[in-house]
């Protein structure tokens, strides 16, 4: 595996479901972030990571919960969502926190009905 | 709060022709990166500009970076179908965030 994976690719949860989307990097950068990206809207920042700890919140409510267990894994815990939850999840890696290029996953698409 | 524009939204072209799309905002940034995403996929960094003035080509496209650091163009040449996608700037809005775009979405039809 090379670059940004993550996984699963796509999610459908109900509200009251916990589930949780994994990112894995294989480029040995020490910053890791997770977006949002609902349709017709910009990209949003939602919490980043940089040598897995957690520098950013950006007023991201509770039932999204990171984890960063080391420099090439994230976690994003979900539970109890919203349908207006719904979107993609993006994970991205840096060498280091916001210098130079942002590497992305592909993404997982959720759908919480 | 910073507002960043981005137009056209939608852009639908034929192989051959080209084209500029534009990112605006009434602020002033150190840097602005542009990206691709193609469908399926996460974005992909196409150019990082940072001097006012600047201008960087990468093969058919050609970005500019307003002299004022509040604006860019992205113009591409004799667009392909492999250029399609949504083409989004993101420029540094503080120590190490990024701002995205609404994105233009391009498709090129063969």
């Known amino acids: 595996e090379t670059g940004v994976t993550q996984t699963p690719r796509h999610l459908v949860m109900g509200m009251t479901n916990k589930k949780s989307l994994k990112c894995e990097q294989h480029l040995g950068h020490n910053a890791m972030y997770w977006y949002k990206q609902s349709a017709k809207k910009p990209l949003e920042l939602m919490f980043v990571?940089?040598?897995?700890?957690?520098?950013e919140n950006n007023s991201v409510p509770s039932r999204f919960s990171p984890e960063c267990p080391n420099s090439s894994h994230l976690f994003l815990h979900l539970h109890t969502l919203q349908p207006e939850d719904s979107a993609l999840y993006l994970c991205a890696s840096s060498q280091a926190l916001m210098t130079g290029e942002q590497y992305f996953g592909p993404g997982t698409r959720l759908t919480v009905t | 709060t910073q507002l960043l524009e981005q137009s056209p939204q939608f852009l639908s072209i034929q192989e051959g022709e080209n084209l500029t799309v534009y990112c605006n905002s009434s602020?002033?940034?150190?840097?602005l990166q542009w990206y691709r995403q193609e469908p399926g996929e996460g974005p992909v960094l196409l150019v990082t500009?940072?001097?006012?003035?600047e201008v960087k080509k990468l093969k058919r496209l050609t970005f500019q970076f307003g002299d004022a650091r509040k604006d860019s163009s992205l113009h591409i040449t004799a667009a392909q179908p492999g250029d399609t996608g949504l083409y989004l700037c993101?420029?540094?809005?503080?120590?190490?965030?990024?701002?995205f775009g609404t994105g233009t979405r391009l498709k090129v039809l063969a």
């Open positions: 993101a420029p540094r809005a503080g120590t190490y965030k990024y701002i």
């Open positions: 602020s002033v940034f150190s840097s």
């Open positions: 500009v940072v001097t006012g003035g």
């Open positions: 990571y940089s040598l897995e700890e957690r520098v």
